[in-house]
């Protein structure tokens, strides 16, 4: 069987080859082998590699840069999964990274699959669009606040900062999820092997605001070695630090349909936040 599998160099991407299951053959496409916003380019190279499987884990992620580059983000977030989908037919499968961006953050419990959409910035509207042109033939996969080491992500940005700074602060109203990188790739390869095709949703358990996850980086290292010492954390306010593109309040995904069709676990993330401190530490 064989796997196309974009980004390569991300975070997602890394975990999606260093998980793929026995028997797959994966062909790695970073930019310089692909680009995404080319849909002819797509188009020959499925017609090329005729893949089995196509593992989109590339995107446009630039949240604040998109809301004056959204011709360029949503030509990536949902031209790819279009031509994708178009190239593929019948003959193979779409896997479509999606984003807790979709939904507004109103809603007063976790948002399931078949919940109402309402972007609120360019980036969670080209996200929607790309679940779109996705089509009902893909299995789309929701998630939020993706990490892992060695990858641009917050935890990461959090320790350069913590090493640099006695005192930082960390917005505390906006309330989600991490989601470590491995654990979300096992998802996309288990998804795929059951051909669940239609929406899914995927988080690491418990829930966290920005501030509760700073804290917990900030323990956790400080325990690893990786950090001297804790510095002073302020909670803040959204509205004490503005950026182009607005944030749902809350959102926190419903995964209960996917933990039942996989029959797996759901590990907490803390947990997974120092096993990817640990790994982080072993890079040096």
Not at 125 to 150: L, N, P, Q
């Amino acid at each position: 069987m064989k796997a196309l599998v974009t980004g390569v160099n991300g975070q997602l991407g890394k975990a999606l080859l260093a998980t793929r299951p026995a028997g797959w053959t994966c062909v790695a496409l970073d930019r310089a082998a692909l680009d995404l916003s080319d849909a002819d380019a797509i188009a020959r190279l499925v017609d090329a590699e005729k893949p089995d499987l196509v593992l989109n884990a590339a995107a446009y992620t630039a949240v604040d840069r998109a809301e004056s580059e959204p011709e360029l983000a949503h030509a990536i977030n949902a031209g790819a999964p279009a031509a994708f989908a178009k190239a593929l037919g019948s003959s193979g499968r779409l896997v479509q990274v999606s984003t807790d961006f979709v939904f507004d953050g109103t809603s007063g419990r976790g948002y399931r699959p078949d919940d109402l959409r309402n972007p609120q910035s360019v980036y969670g509207a080209s996200k929607a669009a790309g679940e779109d042109a996705a089509g009902d033939a893909a299995i789309i996969v929701r998630t939020s606040w993706v990490h892992a080491a060695g990858g641009a992500n917050f935890v990461r940005t959090m320790l350069r900062l913590m090493r640099e700074r006695e005192n930082l602060s960390v917005v505390a109203d906006q309330i989600g999820s991490p989601t470590w990188a491995t654990g979300l790739a096992q998802v996309l390869w288990g998804l795929a092997a059951k051909d669940a095709t239609g929406i899914w949703h995927h988080r690491d358990a418990g829930v966290a605001s920005w501030y509760d996850f700073a804290m917990a980086i900030a323990e956790e290292a400080h325990a690893l070695g990786l950090l001297a010492r804790i510095p002073t954390i302020q909670p803040i306010a959204t509205a004490d630090y503005p950026t182009p593109a607005a944030r749902p309040s809350f959102s926190v995904l419903d995964v209960s349909a996917t933990r039942a069709i996989l029959c797996d676990g759901h590990v907490h993330w803390r947990s997974n936040l120092k096993t990817m401190l640990t790994e982080e530490k072993a890079l040096g």
